[in-house]
């Protein structure tokens, strides 16, 4: 068994559902897969003196977890009063119409479409709930709309799918972009060096608790990927489909066309820049 404290970002090992943080309660919901590993990770969060509620991400459009979470909130003495979305994915945001539905909360987001309220999120915002503090910050890349929400009280970033707490992500091509994406990195990298941050709740696996390591991981990782690909297309690997197989070989095939996805990132990423 390999010692979780020697893997990247040092991930934190025992149940996933529960507290995280002094001011973050994961509520797991039932939708694992390849792709959304144990599940997508529901965040309550608040002040451990207040009874307001901030839920990040309700998740999936599943009845049970939506009621699920907003017991949690009660059995705390918490009421829900804000719920905010990290990016537009369903596993993410398909239940948070319902869940407003049954907390009375609005939903900010950074995408229009997804919000329920005059209020969205953007750069630099600032959401106060109950003392509770949270920075928005801009991570697109996976996505044209995800966001990350720094916790300064914690330390802690929640990262949506930008980090995962087991393994990687993808850029979902054509909207998520190779370039954003590294930018993005950049930008967590800083609130680990700069801002002492060295925890990442994730959107999907467990917690991590070397937030900078776990960016230099996806650094590198992303560096070598596209060494890779580059290295296929002057090989004579044209399409992505063939690229994926050259390059992922070593994945599992059931996550290959995540990978095209982000194969068709990386090739647009090369000759943006005149590499190939």
């Keep these: 068994m390999t010692d979780a404290s020697a893997l ?3 991930p934190r090992g025992g149940v996933l559902s529960g507290p995280a943080t002094a001011r973050a309660v994961n509520v797991l919901a039932p939708n694992p897969s390849p792709m959304t590993l144990d599940g997508t990770n529901t965040w309550l969060l608040s002040e451990p003196d207040s009874d307001l509620a901030v839920v990040v991400d309700p998740g999936p459009l599943d009845e049970g977890h939506l009621r699920h979470v907003v017991g949690t909130a009660e059995e705390a003495g918490k009421r829900v009063a804000l719920t905010l979305l990290t990016h537009g994915h369903p596993d993410h ?3 948070a119409a319902r869940f407003a539905e049954l907390t009375g909360t609005r939903v900010r987001a950074l ?5 329920l309220g005059d209020e969205g999120l953007a750069a630099g915002d600032v959401v106060r709930v109950g003392g509770l ?6 991570t697109p890349g996976h996505t044209s709309d995800s966001l990350c929400f720094h916790v300064p009280a914690d330390r802690a970033v929640l990262t949506g799918d930008t980090i995962l707490g087991r393994g990687t ?3 979902a091509h054509p909207d998520g972009r190779l370039g954003d994406y590294l930018d993005s990195l950049r930008r967590l ?9 060295h925890t990442v709740l994730p959107g999907h696996g467990p917690v991590l608790e070397d937030a900078q390591g776990a960016v230099e991981y996806y650094l590198a990782h992303r560096a070598n990927r596209l060494a890779q690909v580059e290295t296929a297309v002057e090989n004579g690997y044209r399409t992505p489909a063939e690229v994926v197989a050259h390059v992922y070989a070593d994945v599992d095939r059931s996550l ?15 000759r943006e820049h005149g590499l190939i």
Excluded: I
Excluded at 111 to 115: F, H, K, W
Excluded at 133 to 138: H, K, Y
Excluded at 256 to 270: F, G, K, N, T
């Design 133 to 138: 503090e949270l920075r928005v910050v801009p």
């Design 169 to 171: 992500t993808m850029v």
């Design 93 to 95: 945001a398909e239940g």
């Design 111 to 115: 995408d229009p479409a997804l919000r």
């Design 256 to 270: 290959w066309p995540a990978a095209e996805l982000s194969v068709r990132a990386q090739l647009d990423y090369l």
């Design 189 to 197: 990298r800083s609130l680990a060096v700069d801002d002492g941050v």
């Design 8 to 10: 990247p970002g040092r």
